[in-house]
């Protein structure tokens, strides 16, 4: 059955000899996603999705991972993470309007 995470990217690893691993974080867990040209070692994503991964660190962009029904992945959606700011901004109206009925 194909899914999908959505979440943040909060750690990025390279290393000398071409691989990447990256710290996914979604749903309150991490997730580690890797890359590797060594057909020997376990990468389970391919280059282009984790270079795109690796280049939203440290930004205000969320990105959705699908998967497919053997748990590989397809393709990722980005997208700006500014809804929990509205959101904030709304809480601070309704606090207002609190204060001003009591």
């Given amino acids: 059955m194909s899914y999908s995470l959505f979440g943040q990217v909060i750690g990025v690893r390279k290393f000398a000899n071409g691989d990447v691993e990256i710290d996914f974080y979604n749903d309150d867990k ?13 990468g389970n994503f391919p ?6 991964l690796a280049s ?25 993470c500014g809804e929990d700011d ?8 309704f606090e207002d309007d609190e204060d001003e009925t009591e």
């Fill in 30 to 42: 991490i997730t580690e996603c890797r890359y590797s040209s060594d057909i020997g070692r376990l």
């Fill in 56 to 80: 939203t660190l440290a930004s205000d962009i969320c990105v959705e991972i699908f998967f497919s029904d053997d748990g590989n992945p397809t393709h990722i959606e980005l997208e700006e």
């Fill in 86 to 93: 509205e959101d904030d901004e709304d809480d601070e109206e």
């Fill in 47 to 52: 280059k282009e999705l984790i270079e795109t």
